[in-house]
């Protein structure tokens, strides 16, 4: 399968800097906006989260106007002799993949979500519904903090089982690590050396993540007295 | 005065107004339904003519045995009809007793067993009797819970306590009850095998999960990092290297002269050992939905540290996570089929060996649809029985 793409033109060193500059302001807009809403009790109108847009654009459009050539260009599949050239590919082994464990592990995280909204009590909804949120806002600031308590956990573990579960493409002969080291294996024959990496790397890997998630989790902590 | 407590009216809908509000409600609904429904004619027409011209499902028929019990051997195979009579027996009588709360397992039950009996007569199979046996049995024992008194009910909760223990005799055998003669866990095989590490693994990891949760909790620090230690370790690495390690280094580590127990068993403890962490993170999650307040009201009525957990805080925590908890155990359930890669037969095994068979060629799409159908029915009745308890536990109503 293939899709159009983008590849980077010669011009592409020269904007990196313009592209810096405009991630720095980004940062700095975000720092600004803290620090006044911190002093202010009201919420910021909305016309104050507009910078995000305007000043990136206002610098990229300094950009253009130095640099004549586009940093990107696009690149779309052209059909020349047999085959397609250029564009992204995306073979049929990854695509499999990548929409079995889309679809895979989305029912499982489906239940997960589930128990942490049906584990918040009735009454938060209907005590946000009466305070005049809309569903929408209940949702999103009534129960969704209230229910990622009891969902990080479990989703954690199926983050996990998601990228162990990336082993099973040596079942569509899709190379991935463990194919790569069963191959290593058989021109080797250093088997338990060889286990010791793969076991580290998902080790490394999984550590990793529920790291991050246990930070999350610590964040998101029922707050008492 | 006593307020009168009262359910609001359960709405009833017939069939035809049920069609009429779900599908038919408005003229893209109407549209959609009649969509969804060329889809499927599309989609399902060629299927279900293979299934019923083209299919070879003798494959199936004369391997039947061989799939749901692998090797054991035949001539004790009424050990298996036995506990199966005796589920029978006891989902019948609990079905007289408690009624409403064990109605949809039993029927489920009767469903199968019915079921079962036409498959294996559409199938030329001799355990259509065997079947319709056992769901005698069941209306028998149903009959017989509605007519015992109500003193009835205790003995029904441990029996059905004594009934896993009893099936793990049945089927195992002992060296000291002459007339059940043991049978090594090394021919146990198909759906047997499959449905007893599921079963042996889930109700042991359970509450080892809980205490590691408790643990990751506590405020010692040797036992939770421990227990953080133990559960990272555990979720980090896959599944299969836990079970190559049960399968070829506990034998290795074990003394000189001390034989290693069977590979289900190591199986079996690898199962539990991996799954204990992943219960762990999930009773993790709703022990942090319960809120200090809790403690504090069971303390100041005076309840002790084990008392608070096992009646204020364990039963909040469980109940959150009741689909969390399923989602293990159904994962648990398809992950037995990996224990084909350490040298046992379960069902998937079984059906690539069935394939191998020189008469059986080419009927892979037979095989495997047989086997889907098969994880398919069990993971359905795990999620039926996730929903009852859920309702009956009310999540999400209060």
């Known amino acids: ?225 | 005065m006593t307020a009168i407590e009262m359910q609001p009216p359960r709405l009833i809908l017939g069939p035809v107004a049920w069609l009429r509000k779900n599908l038919f409600s408005t003229w893209y609904n109407v549209l959609l339904t009649f969509l969804a429904l060329g889809l499927l004619y599309t989609l399902l027409r060629p299927a279900v003519q293979w299934s019923l011209t083209e299919a070879r499902w003798g494959v199936i028929s004369a391997n039947l045995t061989l799939f749901m019990v692998g090797q054991y051997p035949r001539d004790q195979l009424w050990r298996v009809w036995l506990s199966i009579y005796l589920l029978g027996a006891l989902l019948g009588l609990s079905w007289g007793i408690w009624k409403h709360a064990a109605r949809g397992f039993a029927l489920i039950a009767l469903g199968a067993g019915l079921a079962f009996a036409v498959i294996g007569l559409l199938l030329n199979s001799n355990v259509w009797i065997n079947w319709l046996l056992s769901v005698g049995i069941l209306l028998g024992f149903y009959a017989l819970g509605r007519i015992l008194p109500a003193r009835g009910r205790s003995i029904l909760t441990l029996a059905w306590l004594l009934y896993f223990p009893l099936v793990i005799l049945l089927i195992a055998g002992s060296r000291f009850i002459p007339f059940l003669s043991p049978v090594p866990t090394n021919i146990w095989g198909g759906l047997l095998l499959t449905l007893m590490i599921t079963i042996i693994a889930n109700v042991v990891s359970l509450p080892l999960g809980i205490l590691l949760a408790l643990g990751r909790r506590s405020k010692l620090p040797v036992v939770r990092y421990f227990s953080i230690g133990y559960i990272e370790l555990m979720r980090g690495v896959p599944l299969v290297t836990v079970l190559f390690m049960a399968y070829l280094l506990v034998p290795l580590f074990l003394p000189l002269g001390v034989r290693p127990p069977d590979a289900v068993i190591r199986a079996i403890v690898g199962f539990i050992l991996f799954e204990a962490a992943y219960q762990a993170e999930n009773v993790r999650g709703g022990l942090q939905a319960v809120g200090r307040g809790q403690y504090e009201a069971a303390q100041a009525l005076g309840l002790s540290g084990p008392l608070t957990m096992s009646f204020i805080i364990l039963p909040q925590a469980l109940r959150a996570v009741i689909p969390a908890i399923f989602n293990s155990f159904i994962s648990l359930f398809k992950d037995t089929s990996l224990v084909a890669i350490i040298g046992l037969f379960d069902i998937l095994r079984i059906g690539r060996s069935v394939l191998a068979q020189s008469e059986w060629l080419g009927t892979h799409r037979e095989v495997f649809l047989f086997a889907f159908f098969i994880y398919w029915g069990f993971n359905m009745a795990f999620t039926y029985g996730s929903r009852r308890m859920e309702e009956a536990m009310g999540v999400g109503r209060r």
């Open chain 1, 1 to 225: 399968m293939y899709l159009p793409g983008f590849e980077p033109t010669p011009a592409f060193n020269s904007w990196r800097i313009y592209i810096w500059i405009a991630l720095v302001s980004l940062a700095i807009i975000w720092l600004m906006l803290r620090l006044i809403q911190n002093r202010s009790e009201l919420p910021l109108p909305l016309w104050a989260y507009l910078a995000y847009i305007v000043v990136p654009i206002l610098i990229l459009w300094v950009g253009f106007v130095t640099q004549p050539e586009p940093p990107l260009k696009a690149n779309l599949p052209v059909l020349t002799g047999l085959n397609f050239r250029g564009g992204l590919r995306l073979t049929p082994e990854f695509a499999a993949l990548l929409f079995g464990l889309v679809v895979y592990t989305g029912a499982f995280i489906a239940e997960v979500v589930r128990a942490g909204i049906q584990a918040v009590s009735r009454g938060q909804v209907e005590a946000a519904r009466s305070l005049g949120f809309t569903g929408a806002q209940a949702l999103h600031l009534i129960i969704f903090p209230q229910a990622l308590r009891v969902i990080i956990p479990p989703l954690t573990s199926q983050y996990l089982n998601l990228a162990k579960n990336s082993s099973l493409a040596i079942a569509i002969g899709y190379p991935d690590l463990f194919s790569i080291a069963g191959t290593v294996i058989n021109q080797t024959g250093a088997t338990i050396e060889v286990i010791v990496i793969i076991m580290l790397s998902y080790l490394s890997m999984s550590l990793f993540t529920s790291l991050l998630m246990n930070i999350y989790n610590s964040r998101m902590r029922l707050v008492e007295r």
